[in-house]
């Protein structure tokens, strides 16, 4: 099962900030938080990912709670084009190394 | 270069035919992944291969099979599939199999429709 828990949707006016939560209250100390998105139909695409301090690249900026429970996505101007499924994931660890272990998603809608 | 291709980009095929789909990367990356997803569903894992070697099978079917030739190279072989295998199935890449420790990004292909008839 997924590690993380997100809001099923969310709408976001373009140039506005988009601000998408996640839960992972369950998460170890040595657990990675990573963000992917999916626009339609596409292969899904790394944003951003963080272990315990903010990160930011030209993509977004990830904000980690102190206690790690949870972690937010900043797009800081969405645009249409920011339209996907955007997916919060813990590495989940295994014998044989991990894999990306996909849960439901936002589907974030940008407007005009 | 990020990229990941995979060919084809739409497959139809009847249930007694025998396909195949190719992946494909040059960054020298030596973990690969399939991946299903059906409609308004996220990815499911399926295979991982690190260093050519079948590392995790999450309990696919026999009737995808797939195969790691080299370390650029990934098929996915498809025979007797059944209409629900209908999705698209997604190839990704990663420098190694990564553990909790590490940071490696996974780099997704723009995947195959596949439709079962």
């Known amino acids: 099962d997924a590690k993380t828990t997100q809001p099923t949707s969310m709408d976001c006016a373009e140039g506005r900030a988009a601000n998408l939560p996640c839960n992972h209250s369950?998460?170890?100390?040595?657990?990675?938080v990573y963000w992917y998105r999916q626009i339609h139909s596409q292969g899904p695409q790394y944003i951003i990912h963080?272990?315990?301090n903010n990160e930011t690249n030209e993509m977004a900026s990830l904000i980690i709670t102190e206690d790690r429970k949870s972690s937010t996505l900043i797009l800081p101007h969405a645009t249409l084009r920011d339209t996907a499924v955007y997916y919060c994931i813990v590495r989940v660890a295994g014998q044989a190394g991990t894999a990306l272990i996909f849960g439901k998603g936002t589907t974030l809608s940008v407007s005009s | 270069d990020t990229e990941v291709t995979q060919t084809p980009k739409h497959l139809v095929m009847g249930m007694t035919n025998k396909k195949s789909l190719k992946c494909e990367q040059h960054m020298g990356h030596r973990a690969m992944y399939w991946y299903k997803q059906k409609a308004k569903k996220p990815p499911e894992l399926m295979f991982v291969y690190s260093y050519e070697k079948l590392s995790i099978n999450e309990s696919v079917p026999s009737r995808f099979s797939p195969e790691c030739p080299n370390s650029s190279l990934l098929n996915l072989h498809l025979h007797a599939l059944q209409p629900e295998d209908s999705a698209l199935y997604l190839c990704?890449?990663?420098?190694?199999?990564?553990?909790?420790?590490?940071?490696?990004?996974?780099?997704f292909g723009p995947g195959t429709r596949l439709t079962v008839l």
């Open positions: 990704a890449s990663s420098k190694r199999l990564a553990g909790a420790y590490s940071t490696d990004t996974q780099y």
């Open positions: 369950t998460i170890s100390g040595n657990e990675y």
């Open positions: 963080g272990l315990k």
